[in-house]
């Protein structure tokens, strides 16, 4: 009877060294599984970033081109009206001198009409 004893209890440790290889291959199975996840999961965040960024450029090359011409628009106003304002002051520039310069030298001293002179008592 004990080496039918034995021979069972042989039997029960093969069969949970047999379990444990199962288990432990299925450990290993699944850790496989999660890094080869994570890797594609990766990959795909990788490839929509790469997609928004060409939308956005694309968007952005879309939009700033209308942006370049307006700059260049309102750059080209300002010149001209630099130049309307350099041409007016050249040809009323002596005069406007003149004026400034008559209006600071000859004071003329006027009373205004709201004081009321003193009167005499």
């Keep these: 009877m004990s080496a039918q004893n034995s021979k069972g209890i042989q039997t029960l440790l093969d069969a949970e060294r ?4 199962i288990v432990q291959k299925a450990r290993e199975y699944r850790t496989k599984r999660v890094k080869d996840a994570r890797s594609e999961a990766q990959k795909e965040i ?3 970033r ?9 968007y952005e090359k879309e939009h700033s081109s209308g942006n370049k011409k307006a700059e ?10 630099v130049q309307e304002i ?3 002051g050249g040809k009323a ?4 001198i003149e004026d400034l310069l008559k209006a600071v030298t000859e ?5 205004p009409d709201r004081i009321v002179a003193p009167k005499d008592s």
Excluded: M
Aim: aromatic residues 6%.
């Design 18 to 21: 047999e379990a444990q290889k």
């Design 86 to 88: 350099k041409k007016a």
């Design 50 to 58: 790469k997609q928004k960024d060409e939308e956005f450029k694309k």
């Design 72 to 81: 260049e628009d309102a750059t080209r106003d300002a010149e001209e009206k």
């Design 46 to 48: 990788e490839e929509y």
């Design 107 to 111: 004071i003329q001293l006027e009373v």
């Design 93 to 96: 520039g002596d005069k406007v």
